[in-house]
């Protein structure tokens, strides 16, 4: 395992007024042993940083530091071959030609390594991932979630300090992802250093240990699984991770003990507020989809009216507007018991919401 320092990354191609900026000043330290997931929606530079890590692009400033090793800087291009880590792609990239056993064989091959010393690390890591009985087989007779079991296990036979993974089950099934995802989340025994790219949020907020948010070669933000649902920083996370509604809303008392008071028109509830002391009125809350439960017709609240219901097997999303000064467009994830209907107005409460810390106010107030 190996720590991963990016300073002040950037890569651009082309020159001039048509050059296209693929990353812009990152800079993120990777702990040894961590699982970090590279999150963003096409476009935004999660591939590209994936590959300079790798030694598969250069930079065309600022630095990279793999362990001990200065891998990347101005004037120094470490190849990748020399790096010692391992990449699954997407594609698999299985040689036709050659059986499972040769394929996994193959890194160790390249070091160096005698067939007797290789053989058994081989075996040990089809065995990893449940192969070892299809050691003799060539890709052509396997299928799609089997080949990348084979790259998973080729990617860490040669015990490489980082694994750095592009998007390895974008082209698997529901069902094929999810066990895949379990056979990625072993590979932390290998104690390797990871680094996992994708634009699917399910598999990062389920497999990382911290998530980075990229959007036009900027990080948004960097943290747990848990805290990026909760408590996004931008208004892009909000929205790319956690589908978050955001609204604009009053605050009535100043945050205590992490909770404010806010309104939306004359419905008061209270909202999670790390800006403790603040007298700023007009601010901007999210709510998260499942934010919301169904009251009674008179209670407290706010009115929706229903627009478009999807049925999810035990829940339903819901697309709502929200009545009042603003229709404003509420994405909703209601529970089974709910059976909303299109057409439906429907009393909500807030059961949980969260104050924007970029905030700057609105005119447009609920």
């Known amino acids: 395992m190996a720590r991963i320092k990016l300073q002040d990354i950037h890569k651009h191609y082309g020159s001039g007024a048509n050059a296209f900026h693929a990353l812009r000043g990152v800079s993120l330290e990777m702990h040894s042993g961590e699982f970090v997931a590279l999150l963003g929606p ?5 591939t590209t940083l994936l590959r300079a890590i790798a030694g598969l692009e250069s930079i065309n400033s600022g630095c990279i530091q793999i362990g001990d090793d200065l891998v990347a800087a101005p004037g120094r291009h470490v190849l990748p071959e020399r790096r010692n880590v391992g990449v699954v792609f997407q594609s698999h990239a299985l040689w036709p030609h050659m059986t499972v056993f040769d394929n996994v064989l193959f890194p160790l091959r390249e070091s160096g390594l005698s067939a007797a010393q290789a053989s ?32 998973l296990a080729r990617a860490m036979v040669a015990r490489p300090r980082v694994i750095l993974f592009d998007e390895p089950l974008a082209s698997l099934d529901v069902e094929l992802r999810r066990d895949m995802m379990r056979h990625i989340d072993q590979m932390r025994s290998t104690q390797s250093s990871m680094v996992y790219v994708t634009h699917n949020q399910e598999e990062a907020l389920a497999l990382a240990d911290r998530v980075v948010v990229l959007s036009e070669g900027c990080i948004e ?69 499942t934010a919301f439960v169904v009251a009674a017709p008179n209670a407290p609240g706010l009115s929706v009216l229903v627009e478009h219901v999807f ?41 949980d919401a969260w104050v924007m810390p970029e905030a700057r106010g609105t005119s447009q107030l609920i």
Do not use: W
């Open 221 to 289: 933000q960097v943290d747990t699984p848990i805290r990026l649902c909760r408590e996004p920083q931008t208004e892009m996370v909000a929205r790319f991770v956690g589908a978050g509604n955001l609204l604009p809303a009053r605050r009535i008392s100043a945050a205590q003990g992490g909770l404010a008071e806010v309104a939306l028109g004359d419905y008061h509830f209270a909202a999670r507020d790390t800006s403790a002391g603040s007298t700023q009125t007009e601010l901007r809350l999210c709510l998260a989809p």
């Open 42 to 46: 096409s476009g935004s530079g999660k």
């Open 120 to 151: 058994p690390r081989v075996m040990e890591a089809l065995a990893q991932v449940d192969l070892q009985a299809l050691a003799r087989r060539t890709p052509g007779e396997l299928s799609g979630g089997q080949k990348q079991r084979v790259a």
């Open 311 to 351: 049925f999810q097997g035990s829940s339903y999303a819901v697309d709502a507007v929200l009545q009042g000064a603003l229709a404003v467009p509420l994405s909703l994830v209601l529970p089974f018991e709910a059976q909303p209907r299109r057409g439906d107005v429907l009393r909500l409460q807030v059961r």
